[in-house]
Protein backbone atom coordinates (compact mmCIF):
# COMPACT_ATOMS: atom_id res chain seq x y z
CA UNK A 1 0.00 0.00 0.00
CA UNK A 2 2.65 2.21 1.30
CA UNK A 3 4.69 2.25 -2.03
CA UNK A 4 1.66 3.34 -3.98
CA UNK A 5 2.13 7.32 -5.67
CA UNK A 6 -0.76 7.84 -4.51
CA UNK A 7 -0.96 7.05 -1.16
CA UNK A 8 -4.48 6.66 1.08
CA UNK A 9 -4.43 5.97 4.10
CA UNK A 10 -6.37 2.96 5.54
CA UNK A 11 -8.87 2.27 7.94
CA UNK A 12 -6.43 0.96 10.67
CA UNK A 13 -3.87 3.73 9.77
CA UNK A 14 -6.21 6.21 9.40
CA UNK A 15 -7.80 5.35 13.20
CA UNK A 16 -4.38 5.27 14.87
CA UNK A 17 -3.33 8.46 13.24
CA UNK A 18 -7.02 9.92 14.34
CA UNK A 19 -7.34 10.57 10.76
CA UNK A 20 -10.16 10.31 8.31
CA UNK A 21 -10.12 6.42 6.07
CA UNK A 22 -9.18 7.47 2.93
CA UNK A 23 -7.83 10.81 3.46
CA UNK A 24 -4.75 11.55 0.27
CA UNK A 25 -1.03 11.10 2.55
CA UNK A 26 0.17 12.57 -0.90
CA UNK A 27 1.18 16.07 0.20
CA UNK A 28 3.76 14.62 2.05
CA UNK A 29 7.18 14.52 2.09
CA UNK A 30 8.81 10.99 0.60
CA UNK A 31 9.60 8.60 3.46
CA UNK A 32 13.25 8.71 4.68
CA UNK A 33 13.01 5.12 5.22
CA UNK A 34 13.13 2.58 8.15
CA UNK A 35 15.97 4.84 10.42
CA UNK A 36 13.22 7.11 11.41
CA UNK A 37 10.74 3.98 12.28
CA UNK A 38 13.59 2.51 14.48
CA UNK A 39 13.86 5.18 16.33
CA UNK A 40 10.21 6.06 17.51
CA UNK A 41 10.44 2.17 17.87
CA UNK A 42 12.04 3.49 21.44
CA UNK A 43 9.38 5.11 22.46
CA UNK A 44 7.88 3.00 25.29
CA UNK A 45 4.02 4.20 24.96
CA UNK A 46 2.68 6.34 22.65
CA UNK A 47 1.50 9.38 23.80
CA UNK A 48 -2.66 9.47 24.05
CA UNK A 49 -3.82 12.59 22.42
CA UNK A 50 -5.96 14.91 23.88
CA UNK A 51 -9.28 14.13 23.93
CA UNK A 52 -9.29 10.82 22.83
CA UNK A 53 -10.79 8.94 25.19
CA UNK A 54 -14.18 7.21 24.15
CA UNK A 55 -17.60 8.02 25.37
CA UNK A 56 -17.15 5.65 28.38
CA UNK A 57 -13.86 7.62 29.47
CA UNK A 58 -11.00 4.92 28.00
CA UNK A 59 -7.74 5.42 26.61
CA UNK A 60 -7.56 4.52 23.06
CA UNK A 61 -5.58 1.73 22.67
CA UNK A 62 -1.64 2.54 21.92
CA UNK A 63 -0.99 3.14 18.13
CA UNK A 64 0.98 0.06 16.90
CA UNK A 65 4.07 2.13 15.46
CA UNK A 66 3.87 -0.85 12.68
CA UNK A 67 1.10 1.25 11.24
CA UNK A 68 4.01 3.88 10.64
CA UNK A 69 6.21 1.48 8.53
CA UNK A 70 6.95 2.72 5.28
CA UNK A 71 5.48 6.35 6.12
CA UNK A 72 7.82 7.67 8.82
CA UNK A 73 9.89 10.33 9.19
CA UNK A 74 10.56 13.55 10.79
CA UNK A 75 7.02 14.81 10.41
CA UNK A 76 4.90 11.12 11.12
CA UNK A 77 1.48 12.45 10.73
CA UNK A 78 -0.71 14.75 9.07
CA UNK A 79 -4.02 15.47 10.51
CA UNK A 80 -3.43 19.03 11.24
CA UNK A 81 -6.49 20.88 12.37
CA UNK A 82 -8.74 17.90 12.57
CA UNK A 83 -11.08 16.71 15.19
CA UNK A 84 -9.99 15.23 18.75
CA UNK A 85 -6.76 13.75 18.30
CA UNK A 86 -5.57 15.47 15.80
CA UNK A 87 -1.95 16.02 15.45
CA UNK A 88 1.35 16.27 13.91
CA UNK A 89 4.75 14.35 15.55
CA UNK A 90 8.54 15.25 14.44
CA UNK A 91 11.82 13.57 15.57
CA UNK A 92 13.36 15.80 18.19
CA UNK A 93 15.98 12.76 18.54
CA UNK A 94 16.35 9.03 18.12
CA UNK A 95 13.83 8.04 21.52
CA UNK A 96 12.11 11.38 21.17
CA UNK A 97 9.56 13.62 19.56
CA UNK A 98 7.61 16.64 19.61
CA UNK A 99 4.06 16.56 18.89
CA UNK A 100 1.52 19.21 18.35
CA UNK A 101 -2.02 18.51 19.13
CA UNK A 102 -5.23 20.48 18.94
CA UNK A 103 -7.18 20.31 22.09
CA UNK A 104 -7.99 20.47 26.03
CA UNK A 105 -4.36 20.55 27.90
CA UNK A 106 -6.79 19.10 31.34
CA UNK A 107 -7.47 16.01 28.97
CA UNK A 108 -4.15 15.42 28.08
CA UNK A 109 -2.04 12.78 29.44
CA UNK A 110 0.01 9.18 29.13
CA UNK A 111 0.74 6.79 31.80
CA UNK A 112 -0.55 9.08 35.02
CA UNK A 113 2.84 8.23 36.74
CA UNK A 114 6.01 9.77 34.11
CA UNK A 115 3.60 12.62 32.42
CA UNK A 116 3.11 16.59 33.40
CA UNK A 117 0.87 18.90 32.11
CA UNK A 118 2.34 22.75 32.15
CA UNK A 119 0.17 25.54 33.80
CA UNK A 120 0.18 29.18 32.65
CA UNK A 121 0.22 30.69 35.99
CA UNK A 122 0.59 33.95 37.66
CA UNK A 123 3.07 34.67 40.23
CA UNK A 124 0.29 33.99 43.31
CA UNK A 125 0.17 30.96 41.60
CA UNK A 126 -3.58 30.74 43.11
CA UNK A 127 -5.68 29.85 40.17
CA UNK A 128 -6.96 32.28 37.34
CA UNK A 129 -8.44 32.61 34.21
CA UNK A 130 -7.48 30.73 30.91
CA UNK A 131 -5.73 27.71 31.10
CA UNK A 132 -5.27 28.50 34.76
CA UNK A 133 -8.90 28.61 35.46
CA UNK A 134 -9.53 25.24 33.50
CA UNK A 135 -6.21 23.14 35.25
CA UNK A 136 -7.52 24.29 38.82
CA UNK A 137 -11.04 23.36 37.70
CA UNK A 138 -10.12 19.81 36.58
CA UNK A 139 -7.82 19.05 39.44
CA UNK A 140 -9.67 19.82 42.36
CA UNK A 141 -9.28 22.13 45.30
CA UNK A 142 -6.11 20.26 46.24
CA UNK A 143 -4.54 21.95 43.77
CA UNK A 144 -5.09 25.41 45.43
CA UNK A 145 -4.09 23.99 48.39
CA UNK A 146 -0.82 22.31 47.39
CA UNK A 147 -0.24 25.66 45.66
CA UNK A 148 -0.68 27.72 48.54
CA UNK A 149 1.87 26.12 50.40
CA UNK A 150 4.26 26.56 48.11
CA UNK A 151 6.77 29.16 49.58
CA UNK A 152 6.26 32.78 48.48
CA UNK A 153 9.08 34.37 47.72
CA UNK A 154 8.22 38.11 48.23
CA UNK A 155 4.81 39.01 49.48
CA UNK A 156 2.20 38.07 47.07
CA UNK A 157 4.97 35.53 44.63
CA UNK A 158 4.88 31.97 44.32
CA UNK A 159 5.90 31.75 41.39
CA UNK A 160 8.23 34.64 39.81
CA UNK A 161 7.90 35.15 36.23
CA UNK A 162 10.44 32.92 33.99
CA UNK A 163 10.32 30.47 37.08
CA UNK A 164 8.62 27.27 37.62
CA UNK A 165 7.28 25.27 40.61
CA UNK A 166 5.78 21.28 40.83
CA UNK A 167 2.65 20.07 42.15
CA UNK A 168 1.20 16.81 42.56
CA UNK A 169 -2.29 16.86 39.82
CA UNK A 170 -4.52 15.46 41.88
CA UNK A 171 -8.30 14.93 40.19
CA UNK A 172 -6.16 15.30 36.28
CA UNK A 173 -5.29 12.23 34.85
CA UNK A 174 -1.60 13.30 34.74
CA UNK A 175 0.92 12.84 37.40
CA UNK A 176 2.01 15.94 37.92
CA UNK A 177 1.38 19.91 37.20
CA UNK A 178 4.30 22.53 36.45
CA UNK A 179 3.36 25.67 36.88
CA UNK A 180 4.92 28.13 35.22
CA UNK A 181 4.67 32.50 34.53
CA UNK A 182 5.23 33.83 31.90
CA UNK A 183 5.75 37.66 30.76
CA UNK A 184 3.03 40.11 29.95
CA UNK A 185 4.11 41.04 26.88
CA UNK A 186 3.65 44.62 26.67
CA UNK A 187 5.42 45.03 30.51
CA UNK A 188 8.02 43.06 30.35
CA UNK A 189 11.23 44.48 29.26
CA UNK A 190 12.23 41.74 27.85
CA UNK A 191 9.94 39.12 27.17
CA UNK A 192 11.59 36.70 24.57
CA UNK A 193 14.09 36.04 27.45
CA UNK A 194 11.31 35.37 30.27
CA UNK A 195 9.37 33.22 27.73
CA UNK A 196 12.60 31.46 27.27
CA UNK A 197 12.94 30.89 30.90
CA UNK A 198 9.28 29.82 31.50
CA UNK A 199 10.15 26.76 29.01
CA UNK A 200 13.35 26.19 29.99
CA UNK A 201 12.87 26.03 33.33
CA UNK A 202 9.83 23.98 33.41
CA UNK A 203 11.51 21.64 31.35
CA UNK A 204 14.38 21.44 33.68
CA UNK A 205 12.10 20.66 36.52
CA UNK A 206 10.36 17.93 34.66
CA UNK A 207 13.42 16.55 34.34
CA UNK A 208 14.93 16.83 38.02
CA UNK A 209 11.60 14.54 38.38
CA UNK A 210 11.92 12.05 36.08
CA UNK A 211 9.25 13.19 34.20
CA UNK A 212 9.12 11.72 30.58
CA UNK A 213 6.02 13.11 28.91
CA UNK A 214 5.27 16.62 29.03
CA UNK A 215 2.68 19.09 27.55
CA UNK A 216 2.31 22.92 27.51
CA UNK A 217 -0.14 25.21 26.76
CA UNK A 218 0.70 28.40 24.87
CA UNK A 219 2.37 30.12 27.66
CA UNK A 220 1.64 33.73 27.65
CA UNK A 221 -0.05 33.85 24.05
CA UNK A 222 -3.65 34.47 25.94
CA UNK A 223 -4.38 37.35 28.39
CA UNK A 224 -0.33 38.15 28.59
CA UNK A 225 -0.98 39.18 24.93
CA UNK A 226 2.44 37.18 23.19
CA UNK A 227 2.30 37.42 19.56
CA UNK A 228 1.50 33.55 18.47
CA UNK A 229 4.38 33.62 15.93
CA UNK A 230 7.46 34.58 18.53
CA UNK A 231 6.13 32.35 21.04
CA UNK A 232 5.83 29.10 18.86
CA UNK A 233 9.73 29.87 17.76
CA UNK A 234 10.73 30.00 21.43
CA UNK A 235 8.51 26.92 22.64
CA UNK A 236 9.49 24.91 19.47
CA UNK A 237 13.21 25.87 20.32
CA UNK A 238 13.54 25.18 24.02
CA UNK A 239 11.83 22.20 23.82
CA UNK A 240 14.30 21.36 21.00
CA UNK A 241 17.43 22.10 23.30
CA UNK A 242 15.93 18.69 25.21
CA UNK A 243 15.52 16.63 23.11
CA UNK A 244 17.70 14.10 24.78
CA UNK A 245 15.80 14.39 27.95
CA UNK A 246 11.90 13.57 27.28
CA UNK A 247 9.92 10.57 25.23
CA UNK A 248 7.64 13.38 24.46
CA UNK A 249 6.94 17.22 24.31
CA UNK A 250 4.00 18.17 23.66
CA UNK A 251 2.36 21.54 22.76
CA UNK A 252 -1.46 21.60 22.84
CA UNK A 253 -2.97 24.23 21.17
CA UNK A 254 -6.09 25.41 21.82
CA UNK A 255 -7.33 27.09 19.00
CA UNK A 256 -7.15 26.65 14.73
CA UNK A 257 -5.10 29.73 14.58
CA UNK A 258 -2.25 28.78 17.06
CA UNK A 259 -1.90 25.02 16.22
CA UNK A 260 -1.16 26.63 12.21
CA UNK A 261 1.57 29.44 13.85
CA UNK A 262 3.12 26.39 16.01
CA UNK A 263 2.73 23.99 12.92
CA UNK A 264 4.52 26.56 10.50
CA UNK A 265 7.44 27.33 13.30
CA UNK A 266 7.91 23.56 13.41
CA UNK A 267 8.31 22.88 10.36
CA UNK A 268 10.41 25.36 10.22
CA UNK A 269 12.66 24.72 13.01
CA UNK A 270 12.73 20.90 12.69
N1 LIG B 1 -6.13 23.78 27.14
C1 LIG B 1 -5.13 24.28 26.38
N2 LIG B 1 -4.95 25.59 26.16
C2 LIG B 1 -5.83 26.45 26.74
C3 LIG B 1 -6.90 26.01 27.54
C4 LIG B 1 -7.03 24.61 27.74
N3 LIG B 1 -8.00 24.09 28.50
N4 LIG B 1 -7.60 27.10 27.96
C5 LIG B 1 -7.00 28.18 27.43
N5 LIG B 1 -5.93 27.79 26.69
P1 LIG B 1 -3.95 32.12 29.20
P2 LIG B 1 -1.42 33.52 29.71
C6 LIG B 1 -4.96 28.59 25.93
O1 LIG B 1 -4.68 33.40 29.13
O2 LIG B 1 -1.59 34.33 28.48
C7 LIG B 1 -4.53 33.32 33.80
O3 LIG B 1 -5.57 34.04 34.37
C8 LIG B 1 -5.36 29.98 25.51
O4 LIG B 1 -6.15 29.91 24.33
O5 LIG B 1 -4.55 31.00 29.93
O6 LIG B 1 -0.08 32.92 30.01
C9 LIG B 1 -3.38 33.13 34.79
O7 LIG B 1 -3.83 33.03 36.11
C10 LIG B 1 -4.01 30.60 25.25
O8 LIG B 1 -3.57 30.27 23.94
O9 LIG B 1 -2.47 32.31 29.84
C11 LIG B 1 -2.54 34.33 34.55
O10 LIG B 1 -3.03 35.42 35.32
C12 LIG B 1 -3.09 29.90 26.23
O11 LIG B 1 -3.83 28.80 26.75
C13 LIG B 1 -2.74 34.64 33.09
O12 LIG B 1 -3.99 34.05 32.73
C14 LIG B 1 -2.61 30.76 27.37
O13 LIG B 1 -3.64 31.67 27.71
C15 LIG B 1 -1.68 34.01 32.24
O14 LIG B 1 -1.84 34.44 30.92
Not at 10 to 30: D, E, M, N, W, Y
Not at 61 to 74: D, E, I, K, M
Not at 218 to 230: F, H
Amino acid sequence: MMGSASLYLSTKVARVLGAVPGRSLRSLPKPRGLESYRSLRNLRTPPIAAGMEDEAGRKPAPPALAAFAGVTRSRVSTSAGGGPGAGDWFELSPSSVLKLQKGDITKWFVDGSTDAIVNAANERMLGGGGVDGAIHRAAGPELREACSKVPEVRPGVRCPTGEARITPAFQLPVSHVIHTVGPIYDVDKQPDVSLGNAYRNSLRLAKENNIQYIAFPAISCGVYGYPYKEASRIAISKAKEFSDDFKEVCFVLFSDDLYRVWLESALELL
